[in-house]
């Protein structure tokens, strides 16, 4: 059993927040475990044997309420005191990740030595700390110090390859949008050409087929003609998803009888890509079978439906591009649900397969509390972004998002002060600095235009049910023209 000793004004706390909280073990996989929080402190039974990490949501001062790992320990009967663990897995993170940038040059400046070596001092104290309430306020210290140092260095190596990336171009198509299917207007038209070069639309085998064999394809249709009018480019997302919001009802019969909804699935592909393959040249062909499935199959099972997916649209659209989308990509799910599979075995077990397509998909998605969407911070955004980039396949990040309210009750964490319309803006500028930084990543796609219109919380979109826009719209028009400029200028 794993124990963590938690302090607050000098004393045992009196309340920790577990929601979303999971143990992860080697190369950063989620573990199964009963965690539970009583007397001030954090008690982790886990299943399998081995040094264990601890994933929480923590306030961390001056940098907002984020999901944390602590380094991974081995089981003892004295308590480990949290806050100096949180401090202790970041400072380790980051050395790591200092050496994979080859920036271990940027401790020579006098900001971030100061704020590193602080970070490091503090930590020492807190590790010598007795009582404990020593060692959680110089914990404390210390993990404020390491994460915005983290973030700073993550921000400033961003900086330098971003502008790299602008001053390269040409940078076409590389900021999309999606959206719902309510009826479009003009007015959509304006915002989406403005701040986005392509647009997503959603496809959803339980609206298209409600019933069997008896399609509604008119919301679809009108979307994707409107669009194709219009002249913008057009992505389709996701041909196959086992999600409960995707599927239809009546699926269900067969869900004891695999290789008949694999056959159905397979028909469903082709007859929307038959439908729509002249207008849509990007398909999210595979998205979220690792983490959503409904169905319960097992991993031969849905391996089994990423190729037969990924078969059956390079035959009918073999000109187009094939993206296999990776939800909640640090895997938190896999620690409540084992019969998924962690996203990069699946990832790594797609490209050892052989199978042809074009990229990954990666989503960011801070809009509530569940497992993937909790908010997580820069430093460790660009560091998930690095571990996909490595799997030799270009990313396209197929959904970011966070809210321009706070989420009821507020629980899923917030990035420097609560969400507002000015932090999302804030926001949304960091993280297409860090994302377009990196040289792996071809596409960047907002989730929602429109307040209230996907499946996101009804603050998430850019622009406000009245179709006002927010502060967040105008960092895309602003990071669109830079992108384009740029483009313009090399091309002459």
């Known amino acids: 059993?794993?124990?963590?000793?938690?302090?607050?004004?000098g004393k045992p706390a009196d309340y920790v927040c577990l929601d979303g909280a999971y143990l992860l073990g080697t190369d950063d996989?989620?573990?199964?475990?009963?965690?539970?929080?009583?007397?001030?402190?954090?008690?982790?039974?886990?299943?399998?044997?081995?040094?264990?990490?601890?994933?929480?949501?923590?306030?961390?001062?001056?940098?907002?309420?984020?999901?944390?790992?602590?380094?991974r320990v081995p089981e003892r009967d004295e308590p480990y005191v949290l806050q100096v663990e949180l401090a202790r897995g970041r400072l380790m993170r980051l050395m790591h990740k200092l050496e994979d940038w080859g920036m271990f040059e940027m401790l020579s400046h006098a900001d971030l030595a100061e704020r590193f070596e602080r970070a490091r001092d503090l930590l020492i104290k807190a590790l010598k700390g007795d009582p404990l309430s020593v060692a959680a306020e110089a914990g404390e210290?210390?993990?404020?110090?390491?994460?915005?140092?983290?973030?700073?260095?993550?921000?400033?190596?961003?900086?330098?390859?971003?502008?790299?990336?602008c001053q390269t171009g040409p940078n076409r198509q590389v900021l999309g949008c999606s959206v719902g299917l309510d009826p479009p207007t003009a007015e959509h038209g304006k915002l989406l050409t403005d701040?986005?070069?392509?647009?997503?639309?959603?496809?959803?085998?339980?609206?298209?087929?409600?019933?069997?064999?008896?399609?509604?394809?008119?919301?679809?249709?009108?979307?994707?003609?409107?669009?194709?009018?219009?002249?913008?480019?057009?992505r389709g997302s996701a041909l196959l998803s086992l999600s409960e919001s995707s599927v239809p009802d009546w699926l269900y019969m067969w869900e004891h009888d695999f290789d008949t909804l694999r056959d159905l699935a397979f028909e469903h592909i082709r007859r929307v890509i038959n439908r729509y393959g002249q207008y849509i040249q990007t398909w999210d062909v595979v998205s979220g079978i690792h983490t959503t499935n409904c169905f319960n199959f097992n991993f031969e099972q849905l391996m089994e439906l990423t190729?037969?997916?990924?078969?059956?649209?390079?035959?009918?659209?073999?000109?187009?591009?094939?993206?296999?989308?990776?939800?909640?990509?640090?895997?938190?799910?896999?620690?409540r649900n084992q019969r998924t599979i962690p996203p990069v075995l699946y990832a790594e077990m797609v490209v050892q397969s052989g199978l042809d397509f074009e990229a990954f998909g990666l989503q960011f998605r801070f809009d509530r509390l569940a497992d993937g969407h909790n908010v997580r911070d820069f430093f460790q955004i660009s560091s998930i972004l690095d571990l996909y980039g490595k799997l030799g396949k270009p990313l396209h990040v197929t959904a970011f998002q966070v809210p321009s309210a706070t989420v009821k009750g507020g629980a899923h964490g917030h990035w420097r002060e609560p969400w507002s319309r000015e932090s999302q803006a804030a926001w949304v500028e960091r993280f297409l600095e860090i994302a377009l930084s990196k040289p792996f990543v071809e596409k960047v796609i907002w989730h929602g235009l429109v307040d209230g219109t996907t499946d996101g919380d009804n603050d998430c979109g850019v622009v406000g049910s009245d179709l006002a826009p927010k502060p967040a719209y105008e960092r895309f028009v602003e990071t669109k023209a830079v992108l384009n400029q740029h483009g313009r200028s090399r091309g002459g």
């Open 1 to 9: 059993m794993l124990r963590y000793a938690v302090v607050s004004d």
């Open 29 to 71: 996989v989620p573990l199964r475990a009963e965690i539970a929080f009583e007397d001030g402190t954090i008690t982790c039974k886990k299943q399998a044997a081995g040094p264990a990490g601890l994933a929480l949501l923590w306030p961390v001062d001056q940098v907002g309420k984020i999901l944390l790992e602590t380094i």
């Open 141 to 165: 210290r210390a993990l404020t110090e390491a994460i915005q140092a983290s973030e700073e260095i993550a921000r400033v190596h961003a900086k330098a390859f971003f502008e790299r990336r």
């Open 195 to 234: 701040a986005f070069d392509f647009v997503t639309v959603p496809i959803s085998w339980r609206e298209i087929e409600p019933n069997e064999q008896s399609f509604n394809w008119k919301p679809l249709d009108t979307w994707v003609e409107w669009l194709a009018k219009s002249g913008i480019p057009i």
């Open 307 to 335: 190729r037969m997916a990924m078969a059956i649209t390079k035959q009918v659209a073999p000109r187009g591009v094939a993206v296999i989308d990776l939800l909640a990509p640090w895997g938190e799910y896999y620690a």
